[in-house]
């Protein structure tokens, strides 16, 4: 998908968006959101940091998958910037903080669904 620049608007309502993280259990990676949550207004472009670390005595590559939910909202979650575009490659025991940069779109407060949901989760 192609990653959109900005929103060309910000609204005063607010949306904390939670940051949780899995790893799969044949990975030997540590890998975590560094902040729990960022709470921020519809429209205005957030950052937060995943921190990902090699535990193992070889090199790994990664490639991260991400959710958002509720599903409803998914399709007003906009990545500008994400680690999970492309692979990672940790050297062992290598450590390394991951940005993801976003914006809630707008028209989340136009449609009926979401008129009470006020947290949306990414995982990863």
């Known amino acids: 998908g192609s990653a959109a620049l900005s929103s060309s608007k910000t609204l005063d309502r607010q949306i904390t968006v939670q940051f949780t993280a899995t790893t799969h259990r044949d990975l030997p990676w540590r890998f975590k959101p560094l902040q729990h949550s960022i709470t921020l207004k519809i429209g205005e472009t957030g950052m937060a940091y995943y921190w990902a670390e090699n535990t193992s005595n070889q090199p790994i590559i ?12 998914a399709p007003y979650f906009h990545k500008i910037a994400c680690f999970c575009f492309e692979e990672q490659k940790l050297a062992p025991h290598q450590g390394m903080e991951m940005p993801v940069l976003f914006f809630i779109d707008p028209a989340y407060v136009e449609d009926p669904q979401l008129k009470n949901l006020n947290t949306i989760t990414l995982s990863y």
């Open 62 to 73: 990664g490639m991260a998958t991400y959710n958002v939910s509720p599903d409803k909202a």
